[in-house]
């Protein structure tokens, strides 16, 4: 694939990733209340959506300027990750060790299970109760994106070493969008209870925002002015109709055409940086809550779920806050030396001279 455009810092996707948790926080805070605003999960597509381009493009970029090393590639996911999450598992554990000591080996398996990266599945059969615990099944939406992290990066570094043309790669990340809502809607009729949760059932967000980062680093597109406008109106339509319910006949289909919406909208303020609609979601209250907004996420659905949206809101507000600041900022600002007595363990893979 030819060498395409570096993104550098896009303040109007920190502002995306603002609207994406404010989804999720409104829809924590209000579907327990009074079962209003189904739309609002569909903040983890977003989610979902933005990684997918994001991680891409940091991918394709760094081929582009040399080769990719996996070694860095975990470390930074890692180091982003992590310390956030054993915080507020940490955290909860302690209380509860506490408040029941005898039960320290369930504690325990339950802090396992959290920190495994596998309650996507254990979600989808059934055993979010009993390892999980009910306040942490949103873990799935983690689960989700740590398995793309392992299967997307060697997948797209294949395609790069083959030579393989953009067209190629979308056609075939298209082929699989198709298989999972075909999959997606079969499922709907014999296991619906999975269709959120799983990954054959609920990868394509993901997708959509690899499909985008493709056309933008490699076809080199340029949105008219007007696309990101109608996606984000889009996107306010399948907010408005969406239905949580999987027995809906609006489900299967809101679904792909927010991650569609969502892909848009993100190429959109990117090429119009300066237009209105970009401007708009690079406002600073947007751009804070997406700094917090992982933190956020993980804190908000487990106070609420305990405290209730009264107390457990502004509770997750703060705490998603402290986190930023005192956990997972110190992390994200370390450095690896770059001496050679600290190679990396996976050495860089590089580009080879003719795929340039």
Same mark, same amino acid.
């Given at each position: ?6 993104l550098?810092?896009?303040p109007?996707?920190d502002?995306? *990733?603002?609207?994406a ?7 924590h805070?209000?579907?327990p209340a ?10 983890v ?5 933005l990684?997918?381009?994001l991680?891409?493009? &940091?991918?394709?970029?760094e081929w582009?300027?040399?080769g990719i090393s996996f070694?860095?590639?975990y470390s930074?996911?890692?180091r982003r ?6 915080f507020? &598992?940490g ?5 509860k $060790?506490?408040?029941?000591p ?15 990266y596998?309650a996507?599945?254990?979600?989808a059969?059934g055993h979010q109760?009993?390892l999980l615990g009910f ?7 983690l ?6 992290y392992?299967?997307?990066p060697?997948l797209? $570094?294949l395609?790069l070493?083959k030579?393989?043309?953009p067209l ?8 699989v969008v ?5 999959? *997606?809607?079969i499922t709907?009729h014999?296991n619906?209870? *999975?269709?959120w949760v799983?990954p054959?059932t ?9 499909a /985008?980062a493709?056309? *933008?680093?490699?076809?080199?597109l340029r949105l008219p002015?007007?696309?990101?406008p /109608?996606?984000?109106?889009? $996107?306010a339509?399948?907010l408005a109709?969406?239905d949580?319910s999987t027995?809906?006949?609006?489900y299967p289909?809101?679904v792909?055409?927010? /991650? ?8 959109g303020?990117i090429?119009?940086?300066h237009?209105?609609?970009?401007r ?5 209250p947007l751009r804070?809550?997406g ?5 956020w996420?993980?804190w908000?659905s487990?106070?609420?779920g305990y ?6 809101a502004?509770v997750s507000?703060?705490a998603?806050a $402290? ?11 370390r450095?690896?030396p770059s001496?050679s007595?600290?190679a990396?363990?996976v050495p860089v893979i590089p ?5 340039a």
């Amino acid at each position: 694939m030819a060498r395409g455009r570096s993104l550098g810092h896009a303040p109007a996707l920190d502002g995306i *990733r603002g609207i994406a948790i404010l989804l999720v926080f409104t829809a924590h805070t209000l579907i327990p209340a009074s079962g209003r605003f189904d739309g609002g999960t569909l903040g983890v597509d977003l989610f979902f959506v933005l990684s997918g381009f994001l991680i891409t493009t &940091l991918l394709i970029d760094e081929w582009d300027n040399g080769g990719i090393s996996f070694s860095r590639f975990y470390s930074r996911r890692a180091r982003r990750l992590l310390p956030a999450l054993i915080f507020l &598992l940490g955290f909860y554990g302690l209380i509860k $060790l506490l408040a029941q000591p005898d039960r320290w080996a369930h504690t325990l398996l339950e802090f396992v299970a959290r920190l495994s990266y596998l309650a996507n599945v254990i979600v989808a059969v059934g055993h979010q109760n009993d390892l999980l615990g009910f306040n942490f099944g949103h873990l799935w939406s983690l689960a989700q994106e740590e398995q793309f992290y392992l299967l997307w990066p060697p997948l797209l $570094l294949l395609a790069l070493r083959k030579g393989a043309r953009p067209l190629t790669v979308l056609w075939l990340t298209g082929a699989v969008v198709v298989a999972i809502n075909i999959d *997606r809607v079969i499922t709907l009729h014999t296991n619906p209870g *999975r269709v959120w949760v799983s990954p054959d059932t609920h990868g394509d967000p993901i997708l959509f925002g690899c499909a /985008a980062a493709v056309i *933008r680093s490699r076809l080199n597109l340029r949105l008219p002015p007007w696309a990101g406008p /109608a996606a984000a109106v889009l $996107l306010a339509g399948t907010l408005a109709f969406y239905d949580r319910s999987t027995s809906s006949v609006a489900y299967p289909i809101t679904v792909p055409l927010f /991650a569609l919406a969502s892909a848009v909208l993100i190429l959109g303020v990117i090429e119009h940086p300066h237009a209105l609609l970009a401007r708009s979601v690079s406002i600073s209250p947007l751009r804070f809550a997406g700094a917090i907004s992982y933190a956020w996420y993980l804190w908000n659905s487990v106070t609420i779920g305990y405290y209730g949206p009264a107390i457990g809101a502004p509770v997750s507000v703060a705490a998603a806050a $402290l986190s930023y600041r005192f956990v997972e900022t110190p992390f994200r600002r370390r450095r690896r030396p770059s001496k050679s007595s600290d190679a990396p363990a996976v050495p860089v893979i590089p580009q080879p001279a003719s795929a340039a």
